[in-house]
């Protein structure tokens, strides 16, 4: 007489039922022992091989490689690089400094390279932060772009500032591209730092002045404006027509020092000025300069892009002129960036 299948007997050899669904992880034999186990690389001829099943052992966790590096970290190293400056850095990302130097050090040990050199207080990259620093700002930015759903349909092309723009020609630049390319927004935006978001990823190009050393960028001098000194508006250097650099050293000078251009050595050796005064960004300098904090040395077309009651722009005589340049990075870009380098070089040549 038949009976059941006893689920607890082992079917015959070449008899596998195939389980129902749902019961397979439930099957209630106890696994055999290891004596009883197939030898490794050797068939089992009643039992098919079992699957090997990898299951998760909290106690060794699998290597992090590929998911240590994330976004934040990119973004945190570009930022020092930037700044040159931790605590900088993280005000620029919202984050504390110490969130920042976590991220900084936890980027560097997956990478078991040393990017930033701490032994000074002004952070400097090292020569391997200086080439992963483009790499990683290129990653951001295609990421950035990737998701950005507005650019997909009308890709705007990002040109950022640190201050003062193209000069007297921003209007006629901004007004021709709309006529022209009325299709391709052009955003122009103001960033707080040497190249204007350039290394960072957050523009297309940027309008800069004078000497810039980031590597993996291409310039193109646009044009060269003069100099002008600001200083106090009811001080007594301010009814003068004209001034010469010596006439600002005896009181302070207030240097940008994130993205201005004007340092101690724009002054001959023997003589520079007494004192310096540091702020980090355009209004914070003329906010300093309308108090009577000391005076500043500027290009001529933040006269006119920056006006301020408290403040008055006077020409110098004897400083170098400051060359305005268009910068972008080497390498693939915007499909618009020609277009915006042929047309800036059209409105400078009309005057």
């Known amino acids: 007489m038949s009976r ?12 596998h039922p195939t389980p129902a669904t749902g019961q ?36 060794h966790p699998p290597a992090p490689a590929s998911r240590a590096v994330e976004l ?3 973004r945190a190293f570009l930022a020092v690089a930037e700044e040159g400056n931790v605590t ?18 936890a980027l560097e040990r997956h990478l078991g390279l040393r990017l930033v050199d701490r032994s000074t207080h002004h952070l400097a990259l090292t020569p391997e932060g200086v080439a992963f620093r483009d790499k990683a700002a290129a990653a951001v930015a295609a990421f950035d772009e990737a998701l950005d759903t507005g650019r997909l349909r009308h890709w705007p092309l990002r040109l950022g500032h640190a201050w003062s723009a193209f000069g007297p020609y921003t209007t006629p630049l901004l007004r021709a591209w709309r006529e022209r390319h009325p299709a391709t927004p052009l955003e122009l935006l103001r ?21 810039v050393h980031a590597p993996g960028l291409v310039t193109e001098v646009l044009f060269t404006e003069g100099r002008v000194a600001a200083v106090t508006a009811d001080g007594p250097l301010a009814s003068r027509t004209s001034l010469r650099l010596a006439d600002l050293v005896d009181g302070p000078v207030v240097l940008n020092t994130v993205s201005g251009i004007t340092t101690p050595e724009l002054w001959p050796p023997h003589a520079r000025p007494a004192a310096t005064l540091t702020v980090a960004n355009t209004d914070d300098w003329l906010a300093a300069i309308a108090a009577g904090r000391g005076s500043g040395v500027s290009a001529a077309s933040t006269a006119a892009i920056h006006p301020h009651p408290g403040v ?29 380098a042929a047309l800036a070089r059209e409105i400078v040549a009309r005057g």
């Open 72 to 74: 934040r970290h990119l």
């Open 24 to 59: 397979a992880d439930r099957d209630p034999r106890p696994a055999p022992a290891a004596a009883d186990q197939a030898a490794p690389g050797q068939a089992d001829p009643g039992h098919p091989p079992a699957p090997v099943i990898h299951r998760a052992d909290p106690d």
């Open 4 to 15: 059941p299948e006893d689920p607890g007997h082992t079917a015959s050899p070449g008899h």
């Open 88 to 105: 900088r850095a993280a005000a620029h990302l919202g984050l504390t400094q110490p969130a920042v130097s976590r991220t900084l050090a």
């Open 191 to 211: 960033i707080d730092d040497r190249t204007a978001g350039l290394t960072r990823g957050e523009v297309d190009a940027a309008l800069l002045r004078g000497p």
């Open 312 to 340: 008055a722009y006077v020409p110098l005589d004897d400083a170098p002129g400051v060359p305005v340049l268009l910068a972008r990075r080497d390498g693939p870009g915007h499909p618009a960036l020609p277009k915006l």
